[in-house]
Structures are given as structure tokens and as C-alpha cells.
Nanobody, 122 residues
């Protein structure tokens, strides 16, 4: 079992930055691919980014490429999402997720955090 707790969300102006954190406890953190998804009101969950257990391979949705950076610190059992040049359309609840295998869909991930709200204002 893996427990995930996100933090770092909040209200930010368009063009600003935020860093989300996801702290994990339970099984060996480095065994897990970690991902970030987001869900805006009235929309389905959307893949944002993922990172392999070693941190060596990352992937991003086209909508955030060049603006968001995913990273992890296995010594701290934490994965991060650095978000820059935020846009109004980035407003959503952001969830971190973990699984032993890589995937693009929320269905591919077994473990989930409770989510953290990110609101981008004009």
C-alpha cells in the first residue's frame, strides 16, 4: 500500500509559478512510476506528466510541455511538479498518482492522492 499526500496548490496570477509536492509513504518509493493528473470542473481527468522510478525518463502532455517540470527525490519519497508561465486553463485539481508500471490514463495508476487545487486568475 502507498499513501500519497499532495501540497502546494493555491491561487496564482496568470504567468506566475507554483510548485506542487507529493509525499509518499508505504512501499519502496523508487519502485513506482509517479504521475500528475488534473481535472478541471466539468472535464475528464487529464494526464499532465510522469516520471520513472529512477527519475531518468519523463513525459509531458503537449499542453504543459516547456512550462511544467516533473522531478522526484527518492531520498525524501517526494515527487514535484514545478509549474511556470501558468495559464487560466491550468486551473484544476491536481492529483499525484503512482503505479509499478508506466501509463497515460488514470486507469493505469493504482495509488492516488487527495488532490490539491490550483487556481490561475487573470
Amino acid at each position: 500500500q502507498v499513501q500519497l499526500v499532495e501540497s502546494g496548490g493555491g491561487l496564482v496570477q496568470a504567468g506566475g509559478s507554483l510548485r506542487l509536492s507529493c509525499a509518499a509513504s508505504g512501499r519502496t518509493f523508487s519502485d513506482y512510476v509517479m504521475a500528475w493528473f488534473r481535472q478541471a470542473p466539468g472535464k475528464e481527468g487529464e494526464f499532465v506528466s510522469r516520471i520513472t522510478g529512477s527519475g531518468g525518463v519523463t513525459r509531458y502532455a503537449d499542453s504543459v510541455k516547456g512550462r511544467f517540470t516533473i522531478s522526484r527525490d527518492n531520498a525524501k519519497n517526494t515527487v514535484y511538479l514545478q509549474m511556470s508561465s501558468l495559464k487560466l486553463e491550468d486551473t484544476a485539481v491536481y492529483y499525484c498518482a503512482g503505479d509499478a508500471r508506466r501509463g497515460w490514463s488514470p486507469r493505469d495508476y493504482e495509488y492516488w492522492g487527495q488532490g490539491t487545487q490550483v487556481t490561475v486568475s487573470s
